[in-house]
């Protein structure tokens, strides 16, 4: 079977290519003799030679060779014929003809299979066929964190004295979908789901192909996804973690099988997705543990501390599961964007989202950011414009609301006397994580003691 000519993803995902790279390895380990061990990586090589050895028999320009060192000579010096270009390698032989890897080229993909790596070709090739079906299935891909986005996980012994009673208070691990905290003894762990998970993952499964991507080890990423996906049947083999990436200390989707045109990333650290910015969906962190709390410097006790939680209705998940909502049905719109699928693009969409929420806002900031500081070079004044609001630095009657955390400052009293939303900077905050403008009462400014 050639990778390269018999399409492996016609059935289009990185669990059916899986599924495909084994049978075209048990179908090597047919060729080799009599039981012996293929561990050893000379062994291999000369089983995939032997068997082109036997693919090229019946070629005509062979017929007058008895030799099968000569079919070797000959199989050696038709490679570029028989491999143009190596669709991919394990442990650096390519998977089709068996040549040697010399160059060290190719994107590591060992949550598929181990040890595999694939060709830039390869990957372009199976990129289009799976966004071409996919697509037609009108389906996008999802690409999920775990920590502090789906759930909070935290080690036995960095439990606070106030959170001891949750020790005997976790769930069976023989019905994960009944339960939300979980005691993994082989890691010295708890871990919470976060509120609404098992819905989010079910509802968002009819509009998504999704990864687990995590910077997490693998053994970890292995055993939380049993937790939110007890049957495979959301995430399967697609779950990425440290040991995939290719860049250290970032995330890229150069590990997962899926155009960047129609990627959504849900994850609640910006910084990791440098490159991806366009397709992220920044998520509001979930701490219900306090050494999550410690972890990102807050004082506060956490929520397991406080024994409250997230409600499930209108917490974080629930909230970005309506974004996602409007996201895939816009991206669908034939009024919107006319017949052709295939030229779409899920960051414009996620673009244009955006910029409707703060439409017609036009918004002055009042000693938020420190003194000689360009203003527009601000987050907050970044986040205000991206979110469809106009940033000023001066008063007029067309301002709308006036940002500040002091209500005795100078444009602080002019919104007073006008009337206009004196609110808090955490209102941009908020309305940035839930896409959607928040209620400015809930954000008004305290006037200073």
Known sequence: MSLAADSPLQSSSSDDFAALLDAELDTVSSDASGGQEDDDEDFNIERIKKRKVDELENVEDLQGSTSVGALQQELDTSK??????????????????????????????????KDLKLGMEEIARLRGADHKKLLHGRKLYLVLDLDHTLLNSTRLIDLSPEEEYLKGQT?????????????????????????????????????FE?????????????EIAKLLDPGGVYFSSRVISQDNCTQRHQKGLDVVLGAESAVVILDDTEIVWQKHRENLILMERYHYFSSSCRQFGFSAKSLSELKRDECESEGALATVLKVLKRIH???????????????????????????????GCKIVFSRVFPTKFHAENHQLWKIAEQLGATCSTELDSSVTHVVSTDTGTEKARWAVQHKKHLVHPQWIEATNYFWERQSEENFAVKKNK
């Open 80 to 113: 570029e014929d028989i491999c143009p270009p190596h669709p991919g390698f394990i442990r650096e032989m390519c998977i089709r003809c068996g040549q040697r890897q010399e160059d060290g080229s190719g994107v590591a993909f060992g949550y598929i299979h």
């Open 171 to 207: 769930d069976s691990l023989n019905d994960v979908l009944n339960g939300s905290l979980f005691r993994l003894d082989s890691m010295t762990m708890l871990t919470k789901l976060r509120p609404f998970v098992h819905t989010f993952l079910k509802e968002a499964s009819s509009m």
């Open 210 to 222: 999704m990864y687990v991507y995590t910077m997490a080890e693998r053994s970890y990423a292995l």
């Open 329 to 359: 049905e816009m991206f669908f719109n034939e009024l919107v964007f006319g017949a052709d699928l295939e030229s779409r693009d899920v960051r414009q969409v996620m673009k244009a989202i955006r910029q409707d929420v703060l439409k």
